[in-house]
């Protein structure tokens, strides 16, 4: 008794504390009651079914118990691989979330849950149930619009700004998990700017509310009942809710909408630059004091990269006052960015920090125009004792099927086992362009070049592969 009594006086010990201090003054920790988001939120939250024809064909054997006799039986009469049977085509129905964001019907939703839909029901709080067609998709970002079709006026959510978002705020999620509509979890902003491998522009809001699947497409808000995020992916080992959620920041998934909603396709900015990862041996040769930052590997002829003057070796450290530390940074920021836009860069060049303007393009005008295909890779038994590679002069054929118009350089044949080379990554196929920033026209500059080099000596590459060129470092290995 005595015990618990010290417990309860040390507790309301504590609670004075926080009653008279001034930074927590007024402050609650945790909300008393959730309802009130879910009441404001929940007109404008629907449940999803898109509606597939599935047509498939399988083996006869596949009906069978794992019997050896039936097994030998078929194979006797039908051959190894059984007969096949065309089914009927059948439904296959998947089940999603959305939110309406704008009063003449648009919905937010991911496009994983309406793509190959050939019909689309979409319920409403109320229970009455819409057709809705498909205004647009992009599945780089899992995210979709659809329109609801039969009424003027439309229950709409309110947007607010992901980007004041912290980690550590209360939200709440809501959807259709498991199919059980109009379900309300609850937890906090648990990290911002997650990478979760879904695509080139990840920037994902983890939060430890509860999201299962049936909630991809629904809504995460705020305390205020403001759209914050869309809910689109989970870390799970069993299918149900661990406490890791994902959800798209609404900023990044308002351009989307208005960009689709206005025009019917998704603008993003275009540098014209191929990029890298920074690794510890090349901000060595490029005297950087950290691998932090973005590695320009190649500049696109005529793009605003080049016109703006940015080199191959730039390292980008920032984008219009924002840090850049990895290619993903880059990516989304670019991909922010609007046409005729001019930003501005901060690059570390041969050592030195530089400021560029860009007036940025169009990443949907500019697909295309840099793609290149590249096909078969040379092998040879004969190997370089120094690198682990042999190389031979960029003829007009090997130019021809790497598909590459330019001839200066030397192209890998082949890479041994255990070698420097294959320890750095170089592949058959890859054509060297440069040694050490210095540019190398045939295999007598390449050769005349490493012989230059003492053992422990940095070697730096730049390298074409396939549609892209990429940094290489590694050391000259020991004798």
Known sequence: MKKTLGITAGLIILAGIFTISPAMAGTRMVPESFAEVAKKISPAVVNISAVRIVSRSFSGRQRMFNDPFTQEFFEHFFGPRGFREEMPAQKSTSLGSGVIVDKRGYVLTNSHVVEKGSEILVKLKDGEEYQAKVVGTDPKTDLAIIKLQGRKIWPAAEMGDSDQVRVGDWVVALGSPFGLEQTVTAGIISA???????GPYDNFLQTDASINPGNSGGPLV????RVIGINT?????????????????INMAAKIYRDIVNTGVVHRGWMGVYIQALTPELARHFRLKSIKGVLLSAVVEGGPAAKAGLKAGDV?????????????D???LVAQADENETVTLRIIRNGSKKRIKIRMGDQAKAEGRTIAKSVGEPVSKTRNK?????VENLTQETARRLGTGILSGVVVKAVQTGSPAEAAGISPGDIIHEVNHIRVSNQKDFQRLLKALKPGDDLLLLIKRHDY???VAMKIPEK
């Open 316 to 328: 980008v450290v920032r984008f219009n006052g924002k840090a850049v530390d990895s290619p993903n």
């Open 469 to 471: 060129t990429i940094f």
């Open 386 to 390: 120094l690198l682990g590679l042999e």
């Open 192 to 198: 911002k700017g997650r990478t979760i491998g879904q």
């Open 233 to 249: 992916a989970i870390f799970s080992r069993s299918g149900g809710s661990l406490g890791i959620g994902f959800a798209i920041p």
């Open 222 to 225: 705020d305390m205020q009942g």
């Open 330 to 332: 880059l990516q989304r």
